[in-house]
């Protein structure tokens, strides 16, 4: 595997743990919580994570794995995350298709479906801003 695709792998590996802890993570307790969000919001060593907290590092990284596997089986049970990257993903879609659409010259000289080609890729841009 090459550097770019191991940089890749951990910043893919990274957001995921990012969204797993947005949709669930107050589904873990406090203590859980403080542990997960400074090891991937604050990009906290272990290190530094166990002399915050008064624990071994490996008392950190086993809690960060317990902490992964219990996000990880909420996602199993309710893929919230998937139906949200799938959302994303579509309404990035049809936002795309606004964007061809608008310059496709012989649809923009009909003013009523330019309007609804505007109005299509304003409320996906809207979309996508929100998610």
Same mark, same amino acid.
């Given at each position: ?90 309404? #990035?879609?049809?936002? @795309?298709? +606004? =964007? /061809? %659409? *608008?310059?496709? #010259?012989?649809?923009? @000289?009909? +003013? =009523? /479906? %330019? *309007? ?16």
């Amino acid at each position: 595997m090459s550097e770019s695709a191991v940089k890749e792998s951990v910043i893919e590996g990274r957001a995921r743990k990012a969204y797993l802890y947005d949709f669930y993570g107050e589904l873990l307790n406090e203590h859980q919580r403080q542990v997960y969000s400074d090891f991937v919001f604050n990009d906290m060593s272990l290190g530094e994570i166990a002399e915050d907290e008064g624990i071994s590092r490996q008392g950190v990284s086993d809690l960060i794995k317990r902490c992964d596997a219990k996000l990880e089986n909420y996602e199993s049970r309710l893929h919230l995350v998937d139906k949200f990257m799938k959302i994303k993903s579509d309404v #990035e879609k049809i936002h @795309k298709s +606004a =964007e /061809i %659409l *608008k310059a496709s #010259e012989d649809l923009c @000289k009909n +003013a =009523e /479906i %330019l *309007k609804n080609i505007v109005g299509i890729e304003e409320i996906s841009n809207q979309i996508i801003e929100e998610l």
